[in-house]
């Protein structure tokens, strides 16, 4: 596939042989690159269930024999949920759970990505900085494909992301300090040390694998776009994916609209939210963050101007809610869909209970971005007690009855 890459920041368009990562003009924070194509090829039926996210290599930047990580990732389900539709007001709601993918997130469209660009130029280690999902990911996949990874997180990840990396023979940096300190260790000496980087937003390609999301959505629902589309925010990356993949089937003529998409942040946690109503987009406001979400509790994110341009063209905004309205959230997602959200997977349905009076009739679809049960200490204080007895079938009764069972 012919491409470019251009500078969200300056529009400067480099050939991909010539810049790596960044615009050298910009720096890594404004100049984030973006991948954009010559034009796109007339592709109506894809072989999702066999080939993943690579069903969509003909909107993807890599050559025509290129590497695919040997694990399925992507063709997740989405769910249709017409009752909960109605019950908020809603015309339509759709729920695509990636957590059903290989490592439980997201993220495992872009290091898939990240993985088949380092085959391409031949490098055997890839690094990242992670509060957890991105480190799974990365070693998960890596691992598959016979590469090293090396992983640098915040001292404060959960210890089940954590071990996870350890399963999978990453060899694992934790830094005592913030995600944002773990991403600038993690530059300076994957820098040193010529590694592949997998980092959110320095690396343009990550976007493209990420953006499948929302192609293979638009599949699946037979080219129908519901008006509005919502998910969780950290580093601005995956919203900002949400916004290219509809954008790209619009300049393929595959679908005539792009949806109204609306990020959603923790609010100890909403630096993209604060720059995007500042309206200074090349002015980054950066915060201490902190949430139970930890997958989104980013302070200093890296991709904010592409998202906070890229949802400003969608004609949508970025809104911001409570820890408890992200643990309610759940439990409730959980008992309504069966689908079990970790914390910043169910930012998204917060998001939506806090402003769905302001989509009435509206169709929306909301992206779980990871599985539960990757971060359940998070969700242990907004879920009943468990009711131990003896033996005994009347202390069972007892029981059944204290939860309000019978």
């Known amino acids: 596939m012919s491409y470019k890459l251009r500078c969200i920041h300056c529009g400067k368009v480099y050939d991909p042989a010539d ?53 399925l990732v992507g063709n997740t389900p989405i769910y249709e949920k017409k009752e ?38 031949g490098i055997s280690t890839i690094y990242c900085a992670s509060t957890g999902n991105a480190a799974s990911s990365l070693s998960g996949l890596a691992a598959a494909s016979q590469m090293k990874s ?15 990396l350890l399963v999978y023979g990453a060899t694992v940096i934790a830094v005592d300090g913030s995600y944002d300190e773990a991403f600038d260790l993690s530059m300076e000496v994957g820098e040193e040390f010529g590694w592949y980087c997998r980092n959110s937003a320095v690396n343009p390609y990550l976007l493209e694998g990420k953006k499948t999301g929302a192609i293979e959505a638009a599949y ?37 609209k792009i949806p109204m998409i609306i990020g959603v942040q923790a609010e100890g946690a909403n630096a993209v939210m604060r720059t995007f109503n500042s309206g200074k987009f090349d002015n980054p406001v950066d915060i201490k963050a902190h949430s139970i979400a930890d997958s989104i509790a980013v302070g200093k994110p890296r991709d904010v101007l592409k998202a906070c341009k890229y949802i400003k063209k969608s004609g949508g905004k970025f809104i911001s809610v409570s820890d408890d309205e992200i643990g309610n959230a759940i439990v409730e997602l959980a008992r309504k869909t069966g689908v079990f959200a970790e914390p910043a997977g169910a930012t998204s349905y917060a998001g939506l209970k806090k402003i769905k009076n302001e989509l009435k009739a509206k169709s929306v679809i909301i992206f779980v971005t990871g599985n539960g049960l990757k971060d359940i200490n998070s969700v ?27």
Request: hydrophobic share 40%; with cysteine.
């Open 19 to 71: 810049v790596k990562y960044t615009c050298p003009v910009c720096g890594n924070r404004l100049g984030t690159l973006e991948v954009i194509y010559d034009e796109f090829p007339e592709v109506e039926k894809f072989d999702l269930e066999h080939k993943g996210i690579w069903a969509f290599s003909d909107f993807l930047p890599v050559e025509p024999n290129h590497f695919e990580v040997p694990l």
């Open 84 to 121: 909960l539709a109605h019950e908020l007001g809603l015309s339509d709601l759709y729920v695509k759970d990636d957590g059903r993918n290989p490592t439980a997130s997201y993220k495992d469209r872009a290091s898939a990505m990240a993985i088949a660009k380092a085959k391409e130029l």
């Open 150 to 164: 090396v992983i640098f997180v915040p001292s404060s990840a959960p210890e089940a992301k954590i071990t996870q």
């Open 220 to 256: 699946q629902l037979n080219w129908k776009i519901p008006d509005v589309a919502m998910v969780s925010v950290g580093d601005g990356t995956v919203v900002s994916s949400i916004y290219k993949g509809f954008s790209d089937l619009k300049k393929a003529k595959l679908i005539d």
């Open 380 to 406: 242990k204080s907004f879920v009943n007690k468990v009711h131990t007895v003896k033996p005994n079938r009347e202390e069972a009764k007892e029981a059944l009855k204290d939860a309000g069972a019978i």
